[in-house]
């Protein structure tokens, strides 16, 4: 495989669940992806989710690497403006040693004012999440830092403990909005592009990156990752049966969430599971998951990050959704 495929954790669980069984469900979908030649393991960042709960993408994921030796570990993705720029710096560093130099560093501006909230940050979301990344930009470079922000006031502020790439790891941001997707030209090394649009509107979006990339003075990104919903089954009947309920539901939690008010030309996902699905969800047979994954590829696609488990599908589905697209569909893939 050209393509670098990674498994996109759930690492969440419908409230009052048993956690542990849903943590076992999780590593065991992580040894699946491993034993069928994934390249990456990646884990999504929430709070205060009170129609799922949530497994803390930083713990979880330095218990996952246990697991996934050999393999990328990413964050996809960290809310980086609700979080203290040293304590990011630091803390992802550590990730990066324990993954042996493989920590994709995901970030993302988030969208839920609960979260905002919770952590007593109101305006100027935008700016401090630039200031915050800029910030770890130059502590992992070992530079000496200064700053002076409410949040954070550092005076000559150097790290102990670097991350192991060279210069730093990847840092690839999460964009919906137009904007946004122009931002992560600027600022990130990787436009990450969602699982929520559709074809039509990244192949637009893709343009718009492209030409502030080329405006902001940089070289051709190294990587374009793609995060998409998938699931294999062995007929297309089978897969709708498996996958469908669980995808709705998890839509309907999004737009509960506010997900779709940051998406461009009003797409919302308060929608029956049919009209969702256009363009955005990859599920049926083997041959059915190629043939949807392929014009992805063709839109110059580097990684793909993919999600075949939601929030109280029984794991043994998923984890045949792993074998299957492992043996028969990502050898396939160009």
């Given amino acids: 495989m050209s393509v670098n495929v990674g498994l996109y954790l ?96 995901g970030v993302g501006l988030g969208y839920r004012d609960v979260e905002y909230a919770a952590f007593g940050i109101g305006k100027r979301r935008i700016g401090r999440f630039e200031e915050n990344l800029a910030i770890i930009r130059r502590l992992w470079a070992g530079e000496t830092v200064a700053a002076d922000l409410p949040w954070c006031r550092l005076t000559g502020a150097q790290l102990s403990l670097r991350p192991m790439q060279t210069p730093r790891p990847p840092i690839w941001m999460a964009a919906n909005s137009d904007s946004a997707v122009q931002r992560a030209a600027r600022i990130a090394d990787a436009w ?17 990156y ?23 089954g062995p007929d ?14 998890k839509y309907q939690t999004y737009a509960a969430w506010g997900q779709d008010k940051v998406m461009p030309e009003r797409d919302a996902f308060d929608a029956a599971y049919a009209d969702l699905a256009d363009q955005r969800f990859i599920v049926g047979s083997p041959a ?47």
């Fill in 236 to 249: 297309r009947d089978m897969a709708l049966r498996r996958a469908a309920p669980f995808l709705a539901a």
């Fill in 210 to 232: 492209r030409a502030a990339h080329t405006e902001a003075g940089g070289s051709a990104p190294a990587a374009l990752p793609l995060m998409r919903e998938i699931f294999c």
């Fill in 288 to 334: 059915d998951c190629l043939a949807a994954l392929r014009p992805w590829l063709d839109l110059g696609v580097t990684d793909l990050v993919l999600r075949t488990h939601w929030a109280g599908m029984p794991t043994e589905h998923a984890l045949e959704s792993i074998r299957l697209l492992s043996s028969e569909v990502l050898p396939a893939l160009p």
């Fill in 10 to 105: 759930t690492n969440q669980f419908q409230p009052g669940g048993d956690a542990a069984a849903a943590l076992a469900g999780q590593l065991a979908m992580v040894a699946e992806a491993r034993a069928g030649g994934w390249d990456a393991i990646f884990a999504g960042h929430h709070y205060l989710g009170e129609e799922l709960a949530h497994f803390q993408p930083l713990p979880m994921l330095a218990r996952v690497a246990a697991e996934a030796d050999g393999m990328a570990i990413g964050t996809g993705i960290w809310l980086l403006a609700l979080h203290n720029p040293v304590d990011t710096a630091e803390a992802m560093a550590t990730l990066d040693v324990i993954t042996g130099g493989r920590l994709i560093f």
């Fill in 192 to 208: 990450m592009i969602n699982p929520h649009a559709t074809l039509e509107t990244i192949t637009r979006q893709l343009g718009l």
